[in-house]
C-alpha cells in the first residue's frame, strides 16, 4: 500500500509562490501504473483537482489554473512537488497529494496540509 | 469540463437506514467514475471505481451503480462511521472533475 506525505509551509504572502512536495513510500513513483495528482480543499468547502503527472513528466491540469501551475518529479527522491504562483486568498485550502490509478482515481491519499494565504 | 452535479447536498438518515446518493455528469462518461467518502479533518477515501467495483477493503453495504451520465451510490445500511461527505468523481476526459458532494448526516 502506497503511503504520501505532503510536506511545505503553512503559511504564503500574498503574489507568491505556494511550493508544497509529496514525498511517496511503499512503491515506486517511477511505476507505469499512477499518476500523481495535488488535489485542494477550501475551508468547508469540495475537492478540486489540480493537476496530475506521471513518472516521464507528462503533465495535465486544471485549465483555470493552468497559468500559474506547475508541476513536477523527482524520481531520484521518489517525490514530486507543487508550486502555485502569484497566490490570493482564494487559494487558501488544505492541499492533498494522491496516487491516482491508471491516472483516473486516487487510490491513496496523503493526509493533507493547510495553507493559509496571508500578509 | 465535465461538470458533476451531487443531489442531494444533504441527506438526513437514521441509522440502520438506507441512503442513496445521486451523481449526474454534463456528458457521458461511460463507466469513469468513482466515489470517495470523507470524515471530518480526514482525507478522501476512495469507496467505489468504474462506478460499480468496490475498492479494498470498503464494506458490501457500499454499493455504485449507473453509466453514462447517471451514478448511484447506496449504503445500504447505514452504520455510524458512514456519517460523512461523499464525492463523485469523473476520469472519462481530462481535466479530472469532483461532484460538490453529499453530506449524510444522522436524522
Known amino acids: 500500500q502506497l503511503q504520501l506525505q505532503e510536506s511545505g509551509p503553512g503559511l504564503v504572502k500574498p503574489s507568491e509562490t505556494l511550493s508544497l512536495t509529496c514525498t511517496v513510500s511503499?512503491?515506486?513513483?517511477?511505476?507505469?501504473?499512477?499518476?500523481w495528482g495535488w488535489i485542494r480543499q477550501p475551508p468547508g468547502k469540495g475537492l478540486e483537482w489540480i493537476g496530475s503527472i506521471y513518472y516521464s513528466g507528462s503533465t495535465y491540469c486544471k485549465p483555470s489554473l493552468k497559468s500559474r501551475v506547475t508541476i513536477s518529479v523527482d524520481t531520484s527522491k521518489n517525490q514530486f512537488s507543487l508550486n502555485l504562483s502569484s497566490v490570493t486568498a482564494a487559494d487558501t485550502a488544505v492541499y492533498y497529494c494522491?496516487?491516482?490509478?491508471?491516472?483516473?482515481?486516487?487510490?491513496?491519499w496523503g493526509q493533507g496540509t493547510p495553507v493559509t494565504v496571508s500578509s | 469540463e465535465i461538470v458533476m452535479t451531487q443531489s442531494p447536498a444533504t441527506l438526513s438518515v437514521s441509522p440502520g437506514e438506507r441512503a442513496t446518493l445521486s451523481c449526474r455528469a454534463s456528458?457521458?462518461?461511460?463507466?469513469?467514475l468513482a466515489w470517495y467518502q470523507q470524515t471530518p479533518g480526514q482525507a478522501p477515501r476512495l469507496l467505489i471505481y468504474d462506478a460499480s467495483i468496490r475498492a479494498t477493503g470498503i464494506p458490501a453495504r457500499f454499493s455504485g451503480s449507473g453509466s453514462g451520465t447517471e451514478f448511484t451510490l447506496t449504503i445500504s445500511i447505514l452504520q455510524s462511521e458512514d456519517f460523512a461527505v461523499y464525492y463523485c468523481q469523473q476520469y472519462d476526459t481530462w481535466p479530472l472533475t469532483f461532484g460538490g458532494g453529499t453530506t449524510v448526516e444522522i436524522k
Open positions: 456528458q457521458s462518461v461511460s463507466s469513469n
Open positions: 494522491a496516487s491516482y490509478n491508471s491516472g483516473s482515481f486516487g487510490d491513496s
Open positions: 511503499g512503491g515506486s513513483i517511477s511505476s507505469s501504473n499512477y499518476y
